[in-house]
């Protein structure tokens, strides 16, 4: 599989321009339980609180960056299929410490985070 393991600064970069989720809602639930490709290395499985959307390339199908929680990973990924759903990973990166604002750059991925984390915090392992 063809998974691209990024640090953080060029995950950054590759999703400038891309939009905080909040902006743009939406829940794709014919994905949910979809497995996908994590860049710890992992099978994870689509879910919007313990894999939750952050940024979203216009269109939705064009990527989004959803968080792995329980790994701390932000995943870019793309949602296909009509019929069969499947999602298909194209970068990844982990977050730094969360002490240190995970390592990010863009305040309103940031902003993301730290708001969904105050949400789901209850259903969300070591955050
Ligand atoms: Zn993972």
Known sequence: MGLEVLSINDLESRVEGWLPFSQ??????????????CGCGEIHYYNNVRTPMLLVKEGKKGGVVILSTECKHLNAIQFKGFFNFSIVS????KLGDK???FGLQNK????E???????FSDSWEGW
Do not use: K, T, Y
């Not at 743009?24 to 490709?37: K, R, S």
């Not at 194209?90 to 990166?93: K, N, R």
């Not at 309103?108 to 902003?111: H, R, S, V």
């Open 108 to 111: 309103e991925l940031l902003a």
């Open 24 to 37: 743009v809602g939406g829940n794709p639930m014919q994905w949910h339980d979809v497995p996908f490709e």
């Open 99 to 101: 002490d240190e604002s």
């Open 90 to 93: 194209l970068f990844s990166c």
């Open 113 to 119: 985070i730290e708001d969904l984390s105050s949400r």
